[in-house]
């Protein structure tokens, strides 16, 4: 079964600056998508960015981008230019190719939080 | 917005009540998922549907729990005899196109006292 792991319960940045979320895996298969959600406090989860497994390019969305590497299963976020609403959980989520559904597994998050 | 509405936002209840949460995919998505979270945790996958059919059912999913989505549409999900270890939150998403993404409900918080 795969698994998903953030090791970092809380991180904290100050405003402007960049932060790194790490996340790592653990499946055999060899295509499927890994994600980052946001989830704001009492808000709906909202998908950050997604990265498919057979990209070797990383994935980046305005002040988001990932660093993903594969052989180690490794996937972690990166914020640049943190601001106040970046503030949230942030979750790791993969999914397989292969089964025909969309079924998420997510690691347990981490919640960052942005000082003024 | 995600199209996904859930109602209630909130329910609290007493130990032993059933309840029930609903959940409104805008129309075309036909692939519906519940997922539980809890205080602190990431969300759990629960149970999915392709159109009316139940595909797929977690071993989360006791046989107190009950859901179904009757002609492709909107998706209830019922809780009978509610313990307390059912406070969560339980969130309902529909998938969003080819890339494996699902979108999400603002979620149905359950308390049991």
């Known amino acids: 079964a795969q698994t998903v792991t953030q090791s970092q319960p809380e991180m904290s940045v100050q405003e402007a600056e960049t932060v790194t979320l790490s996340c790592t895996y653990d499946t055999s298969e060899s295509d499927y998508y890994l994600f980052w959600y946001k989830q704001p406090p009492s808000r709906q989860m909202i998908l950050v960015i997604r990265q498919e497994a057979y990209k070797q390019q990383n994935a980046t969305e305005n002040r988001f981008s990932v660093n993903f590497q594969k052989a180690a299963k490794s996937f972690s976020l990166k914020i640049s230019d943190s601001q106040l609403g970046d503030a949230a959980m942030y979750f790791c989520a993969y999914t397989s190719r292969q089964g025909g559904s969309e079924k998420l597994v997510f690691g347990k998050g981490t919640k960052l939080t942005v000082n003024p | 917005d995600t199209g996904v509405s859930q109602d209630p936002r909130h329910k609290i209840t007493k130990r032993g009540q059933n309840v029930t949460f609903r959940c409104d995919p805008i129309?075309?998505?036909?692939?519906l998922y519940w997922y539980r979270q809890t205080l602190g945790q990431g969300p759990e996958f629960l149970t999915y549907?392709?159109?009316?059919?139940?595909?797929?059912k977690s071993r989360l999913l006791s046989d107190r729990f009950s859901a179904e989505r009757p002609k492709g549409s909107f998706s209830t999900l019922e809780i009978q005899r509610t313990e307390q270890g059912d406070s969560a939150m339980y969130l309902c998403?529909?998938?969003?196109?080819?890339?494996?993404?699902?979108?999400f409900g603002e979620g149905s918080r359950l308390t049991v006292l």
């Open positions: 129309s075309e998505h036909n692939r």
């Open positions: 998403a529909r998938a969003g196109g080819p890339n494996g993404e699902l979108f």
């Open positions: 549907f392709q159109n009316e059919a139940q595909l797929e």
